[in-house]
T-cell receptor, first 114, second 114 residues
Framework: DAKTTQPNSMESNEEEPVHLPCNHS???????IHWYRQLPSQGPEYVIH???SNVNNRMASLAIAEDRKSSTLILHRATLRDAAVYYC???????????????FGGGTRLMVKP | KAGVTQTPRYLIKTRGQQVTLSCSPI?????VSWYQQTPGQGLQFLFE???????NKGNFPGRFSGRQFSNSRSEMNVSTLELGDSALYLC?????????????FGSGTRLTVV
C-alpha cells in the first residue's frame, strides 16, 4: 500500500499562510489524496481531497505536484483555531474495501503562535 | 444539521466486563466506520458497515464486534475488556461508500478500563 510521510511538527504565526507538506512517492494512479485534521479533544475533521488537479474549498487549498509524488495543504491565514494534527491519507479507488478505510499515520502537529 | 452523535461520551469499566458503544450517523448517511485511538498506536480502523452489512474489518481480535441497524445507527461491542482497550473510540459516517467522499467523525467515547 502507498504510504505518506509528513513532518512531525510545524510552527506558524497567526494570520500567516501555512504550507503543510506530504510525500507519497509510491502513490498509484488511482489513489485519492485526502487531508483530515484533529483538533484537541475532538474527532478528526475532513479538510479536503483531490486526485490530480489542485483543489480549493472554504477551509484550505490542496496543491498536488505534477508527478503526484507529493502534495501540500495550504491554510491561507492561520488562526489559533487551526492548531491541530493534520493527516495526509491516500485512498485507493481500485480497492473498494481498503479505499473505504482511513489509514492514519502520525500526522503533522501544527502549532500556531499569536 | 446534526452531526455524528456518539454515546456515552465517557465510560469506566472493569476488566472482564463488556461494553456497548452507540453511534448515530448524520441523517441520510449510510456508511458507518469505527476507529480506536490510543497514544501508543494512534488512530486505527476497526470496522465499516454499509446497509447493515460489515464491509471491512481491521486487525482487531474477535472481542471487538459491531452491527448496523436499518436506520444506519451502529453499535460496537467489546467483550472481556482488557486494560489495553482503554482508548477513545470514534465513529465516522459518510453518505455512500467511495473514495471521492469524506467522512464526518463524532467526538468519540472515552473508555477507561480499570
Amino acid at each position: 500500500d502507498a504510504k505518506t510521510t509528513q513532518p512531525n511538527s510545524m510552527e506558524s504565526n497567526e494570520e500567516e499562510p501555512v504550507h503543510l507538506p506530504c510525500n507519497h512517492s509510491t502513490i498509484s494512479g488511482t489513489d485519492y489524496i485526502h487531508w483530515y485534521r484533529q483538533l484537541p479533544s475532538q474527532g478528526p475533521e475532513y479538510v479536503i481531497h483531490g486526485l490530480t488537479s489542485n483543489v480549493n474549498n472554504r477551509m484550505a487549498s490542496l496543491a498536488i505536484a505534477e508527478d503526484r509524488k507529493s502534495s501540500t495543504l495550504i491554510l491561507h491565514r492561520a488562526t489559533l483555531r487551526d492548531a491541530a494534527v493534520y493527516y495526509c491519507i491516500l485512498r485507493d479507488l481500485r480497492n473498494n474495501n481498503a479505499g473505504n478505510m482511513l489509514t492514519f499515520g502520525g500526522g503533522t502537529r501544527l502549532m500556531v503562535k499569536p | 444539521k446534526a452531526g455524528v452523535t456518539q454515546t456515552p461520551r465517557y465510560l469506566i469499566k472493569t476488566r472482564g466486563q463488556q461494553v456497548t458503544l452507540s453511534c448515530s450517523p448524520i441523517s441520510g448517511h449510510r456508511s458507518v466506520s469505527w476507529y480506536q485511538q490510543t497514544p501508543g498506536q494512534g488512530l486505527q480502523f476497526l470496522f465499516e458497515y454499509f446497509s447493515e452489512t460489515q464491509r471491512n474489518k481491521g486487525n482487531f481480535p474477535g472481542r471487538f464486534s459491531g452491527r448496523q441497524f436499518s436506520n444506519s445507527r451502529s453499535e460496537m461491542n467489546v467483550s472481556t475488556l482488557e486494560l489495553g482497550d482503554s482508548a477513545l473510540y470514534l465513529c465516522a459516517s459518510s453518505l455512500v461508500r467511495g473514495v471521492d467522499y469524506g467522512y464526518t467523525f463524532g467526538s468519540g467515547t472515552r473508555l477507561t478500563v480499570v
